[in-house]
């Protein structure tokens, strides 16, 4: 059965290599050694040296699941050391990169036998927690066959997902019945594991690390870029913006007046995109510059910025502490059929907040925010452009709308000490094997 699983695999990856090199190429290339399980001696970007005898392993898909692993992190016991954190995404190994240090984040190797052996003879993991989920059976068999404790930590199985989940309900068994300990979400999601086969004992409810997550800094220095482009101007920010979307966004601030209402900063999901969204944006009347113009290198001056309407913000790790500056937010990933982002880091700062219909991927979190009233709901270009133009002539009634959103999150804080709570036999695994 392995033989043909790692044979599927193989083909599989055979078949989209090439459409992923040449889709996303200039980000997979450099990351082909380290997912084949080849660690040159010595520090590489991207491959940390391990400390001696191994230590936590947190395994993160990409970037919204790096920030609940940093917000782990950052309430482990000291004896728990500094972990190694994994990921799928290149988008989600900078963010891990930022949050945990160069030496610390590696790439997921791929689920094939001389991959995923390599992997744990260099890094040498005692314990396993995969954020979210995401359960790859080789990597899953290898921490078994080596008895290291595993546990899943901000667990949730959506609803597209159980449906494909529970047609292949009887090969489950295997790929999860070797996890310890499942700390899911919402009881919607524990009552899915259950009727996938997973025991009632090793299931339990935690909440939601991202409500925990802490206002990020900003730094001063794109702070004040930000003000100085914004000149006086209101601030719009339209943060994870997907294919597709940013053209609907633009549209909408035409629609609104443009740059003589206020500054737009637009923040593309993927780093791969900016260059092609800076070339549709150039096609419109819009004065438009992009954020690594700015980025001065030591010891260079720094530049004026001209009179722009619009911010393109190719850069990563600055947008959540960004959205403190705004106005107002428009998620993306909400107009077109993605399933939406992440609306916490912005419901910290209090802003009102405006999403399309697109929110599956978070769906209790949705339902949350709508009952609350804690945002506005907006289906295309000319009613986001009309819910901007709201929050912009009723400042007061906006300012009240942010409030609820803050207010949703605080409600909901405590995941983490539940959490920790869930790890502490996987947490003792680590101290034990110090001791020794």
Known sequence: MWLFYQAGMALTLALAGPFLLARRGRHYLATLAGRLGHYPAGHTPGSPIPPPGGGLWLHAVSVGEVGVAATLARHLPAEAGSPLVTTVTPTGQERARAAFGEEAAAYLP????????????????????????????????????????????????????????????????????GIDRFGMQTTVDRQRLLALGVEADRVVVTGNLK??????DLDPALESLIQRLATGRPVLVAGSTMEGEEAQVADAFELLGGGERALLVLAPRHPERWDEVHRQLQQRDLRIARRSRFAAKPGEPDEPPPRVDLLLLDSLGELAALYRLAAAVFIGGTLVPTGGHNPLEAAVFSLPILVGPSMHHFAEMAQHFDRAGAWERVADAESLANGWSRALDDPRA???????????????????????????????TLRGAQES
């Open 110 to 177: 791929f689920d094939l036998g001389f991959a995923v052996h390599r992997f744990f003879a260099r890094f040498r993991p005692r314990a396993l927690v995969l954020v979210e989920g995401d359960y790859w059976p080789l990597v899953l068999r290898e921490a078994r066959r080596r008895k290291i404790p595993i546990a899943v930590i901000n667990g949730r199985v959506s609803e597209r997902s159980f449906r494909r989940m529970l047609r292949f309900k009887r090969w489950l068994g295997p790929l999860l019945g």
């Open 211 to 216: 409500y925990d997550t802490t206002e990020p």
């Open 398 to 428: 906006a300012a009240g709308r942010g409030e609820r959103a803050r207010v949703l999150v605080e409600a909901n804080r405590g995941a983490t000490a539940r959490t920790l709570e869930l790890l502490e036999p996987l947490l003792a």
